[in-house]
């Protein structure tokens, strides 16, 4: 363990955004299943710690010196309005969760067990609602919600449960699992899906596990709905590397590699790189496939090829709404991850269009600024006038009376 942390530690530049980058990379292809991959992700976690908790310790010192130096801060957190008073079953469910927490610190699964097995029907009844038409789900962000809504087109209304049902669910599916509790772990996996039907992290569990086993079918076919609710690229990646991983298991090395370039493809991962290329040294033939070759493998494994055509249409939904709110900069970040998605010539028409509007009304702004300060200018200049007058009139008139 110390060997690897060192030897990663070696890799670092000393640049903390660059290094917790390379780290998250390395992380992103290593597979959760194989001891050597538990052992690396292990060092590494141990590392990417390491560094954010001397920048937890800068955050903490800085954050100090900006309190003492400026005390409106303070005044600004006094003035604000007080929280929604919780119900007592809601404090239950607090006082529970930190428990829990203490418990799973602490690493004492049986106590750890106990206290979810208290909060999670406690959840569950917090949850239900006698409105018909409300749904109630667990989604991590507003854009999972959104994505949620636009796929499925219910006529309910989506609303949020008061607490995260999901990640409860997968961390009882992880207590279980180290009491030797697969079948209970599974249908604890199945439950947060049923929360957030997005869960990602629910769904790649659940794939582990069919690994494990050696069930690949059913491994494959989870793999297919975890990229059937991708909506980034580099999620879509993560299920090719996937594929590859039990194609490769299976001793199928050229549908392996296959999956481990069109992966790289959507995006461009060096540790990917580096293990396709190892393919090529092995059998030197692989570096002949073309694009169009390597697609084709892929669909003869009946693997889809980029996002689920149900994504893309949700997307764009979203994407037309932020533009006719004048969300322009999200809407940028939406067009930009769908041209990695899907590579559209008119796409990226799309995305040249909202940098010419931006520009425009950047233009715009400009020229409003600068009306604005030559009309104040007139304005100043006019009353300055005005009251030279007034004092000419004046004088005049004093004049007058004194002849």
């Avoid at 009882?172 to 947060?192: E, G, N, T, V």
Wanted: glycine share 0%.
């Amino acid at each position: 363990m110390e060997e690897r942390i060192d030897l990663i530690k070696k890799s670092l530049k000393g640049d903390r955004k660059e290094d917790i980058a390379f780290l998250n990379a390395m992380l992103a292809t290593q597979n959760r299943i194989v001891d050597e991959s538990l052992a690396t992700i292990e060092a590494i976690n141990t590392v990417l710690k390491e560094i954010n908790e001397e920048n937890i310790k800068n955050d903490v010192e800085e954050n100090t010196e900006d309190v003492t130096e400026d005390s409106d801060i303070v005044q600004e957190d006094e003035n604000k309005e007080p929280q929604e008073e919780k119900s007592p079953e809601e404090i239950e469910i607090d006082n529970l969760i930190d428990e829990l927490t203490n418990n799973l610190d602490k690493e004492d699964v049986d106590e750890a067990l106990k206290s979810i097995e208290e909060i999670i029907p406690r959840i569950e009844n917090i949850s239900k609602t006698d409105d018909e038409n409300v749904l109630y789900c667990s989604f991590s962000s507003d854009f999972e919600k959104m994505i949620f809504e636009n796929i499925f087109a219910n006529e309910k209304e989506v609303r949020n449960t008061p607490y995260a049902n999901d990640i409860v669910y997968i961390l009882y599916s992880d207590i279980l699992l180290k009491k030797k509790r697969r079948k209970a772990a599974m249908d604890a996996l199945d439950r947060a899906i049923y929360w957030n039907f997005l869960n990602r992290e629910a769904r790649s569990k659940k794939i582990d596990l069919y690994f494990d086993r050696k069930e690949f079918v059913k491994c494959l076919d989870a793999i297919k709905k975890l990229q059937m609710i991708s909506y980034t690229a580099r999620d879509i990646a993560d299920c090719y590397n996937k594929y590859a991983y039990v194609f490769n298991s299976l001793k199928d090395k050229k549908s392996a590699y296959a999956l481990y370039r069109l992966s790289y493809n959507y995006f461009e991962n060096p540790n990917v790189r580096t293990v396709y290329e190892s393919f090529e040294k092995e059998d030197p033939t692989l570096k002949e496939l073309s694009l169009e070759d390597i697609v084709n493998i892929a669909q003869e494994n009946e693997v889809e090829i980029g996002p689920n055509s149900k994504i893309i249409k949700a997307h764009r939904d979203i994407t037309t709404k932020l533009i006719e709110a004048g969300a322009i900069q999200e809407a940028k970040i939406m067009i930009q991850n769908d041209y990695a998605m899907t590579r559209e010539e008119a796409i990226a028409k799309i995305y040249d269009q909202l940098l010419e509007l931006e520009e425009s009304e950047n233009n715009n702004t400009e020229d409003k600024v600068k009306e604005d300060e030559n009309h104040q200018q007139k304005k100043r200049v006019a009353k300055k006038k005005s009251s030279t007058s007034s004092k000419t009139t004046t004088k005049k008139a004093t004049k007058s009376k004194l002849k």
